[in-house]
């Protein structure tokens, strides 16, 4: 091998570590925390044991004052079809400000359903994979940014026996539900 050939060789296994490292450092992010998130995730996950509910538990809740129920879906599948007087906050759009406006006491009892909560209704409740279920996210954010009064509807219902009232956006707008808060 010829001395030029060596040089090279070293040259690049020096450089190696060095283009890594620096890879590395540009893939830091202070406002992404992966081991943050897996620490309230985990945190959560044992709280969350606890507030999971029965189909006639939601419902009974769900009527007393003060209660909100929370619907992470997108806008578009919540106009289709949501439980009657679900406030819509979709999972992208749970945010500081958004919280603050939407749901300002973190003492408030929040319910929260999702797709994977029913069947025989898959155009507004399309289902999802079991660990990628809406419900998880939703707990996990809410937790996260401080609200610790959330329950969770646990089973999986038919919605053709569902003991809960559905409405559409449209059906919404004609009967307009009392207020429970005051959203900006």
Do not use: W
Not at 24 to 45: C, H, K, S, T, W
Not at 79 to 86: N, P, S, T, Y
Not at 100 to 107: E, F, M, T, V
């Amino acid at each position: 091998m010829s001395t030029r050939a060596i040089m090279l060789a070293v040259a690049l296994l020096c450089t190696a570590p060095l283009a890594s490292a620096q890879q590395n450092a540009v893939a830091l992010n202070p406002a992404i925390d992966m081991p943050g998130y897996l620490r309230v995730a985990a945190e959560a996950a044992k709280y969350r044991e606890t507030r999971r509910l029965s189909e006639e538990e939601f419902n009974r809740m769900s009527r007393e004052p003060g209660t909100v129920i929370l619907d992470a879906r997108s806008r578009e599948k919540f106009d289709e079809l949501h439980i009657k007087g679900a406030l819509n906050l979709s999972l992208p759009d749970i945010a500081v400000d958004s919280l603050k406006n939407a749901l300002p006491d973190k003492s408030t009892r929040i319910l929260i359903y999702c797709n994977n909560n029913f069947l025989g209704a898959e155009k507004p409740f399309p289902s999802k994979m079991a660990s990628a279920s809406l419900n998880i996210s939703t707990y996990i954010a809410l937790y996260n940014y401080g609200y610790r009064n959330v329950y969770e509807l646990g089973p999986l219902v038919d919605i053709k026996e569902s003991k809960l009232d559905f409405e559409s956006a449209s059906e919404a707008k004609l009967n307009p539900r009392r207020p429970q808060l005051f959203l900006l």
